[in-house]
């Protein structure tokens, strides 16, 4: 699979689960190095106490790093999101942010780890914050990555 990052935007702004939910993707850099995720809490998309759904606060972080990566990295690899962990902080209310960052350093560590073809598992962490600014969740995602084998 290959995308821009402006396509995937586009496709994720009318994603089912997503459009739903109130989940939007507010920024992909083309880099792979930034994407930013908000969720606005309303009365369609809030749990039976009036807060944000906890899947719905780990569905923020769902597919992205994953996505960045493959934005970045292109076809020469295999990239998927294959485990994720949440720690909630405090109840949803708002709109939440989830910002997800991915520094040249990662890129060139995933490089290293899979160049004779291995596979690497990374783990990524981010924070999930209210209007305030204030912390809800924080999220780990586990991303698999394997430079494909030349034919």
């Given at each position: 699979m290959h995308f821009s990052p402006k396509a995937l935007r586009r496709f994720m702004f009318l994603w089912p689960p997503f459009l739903g939910a109130g989940i939007r993707v507010a920024e992909f850099a083309d880099d792979g190095s930034r994407v930013v995720v908000t969720?606005?809490?309303t009365r369609l998309n809030r749990n039976a106490v009036g807060t944000a759904f906890g899947g719905t606060i780990m569905a923020m972080t769902d597919p992205f790093f994953m996505?960045?990566?493959?934005?970045r990295l292109g076809r020469d690899y295999r990239v998927w999101d294959v485990?994720?962990?949440?720690?909630?902080?405090?109840p949803g209310k708002g709109r939440l942010t989830a910002t997800m960052e991915i520094p040249d350093e990662t890129y060139e560590l995933i490089a290293e780890k899979t160049a004779g073809g291995e596979k690497y598992l990374h783990w990524f962490d981010t924070t999930v914050v209210d209007e305030e600014g204030?912390?809800?969740a924080h999220v780990r995602?586990?991303?698999y990555y394997r430079r494909k084998r030349s034919k």
């Open positions: 969720h606005k809490l996505l960045a990566s493959m934005a485990a994720g962990e949440v720690r909630f902080v405090k204030d912390a809800i995602r586990q991303v």
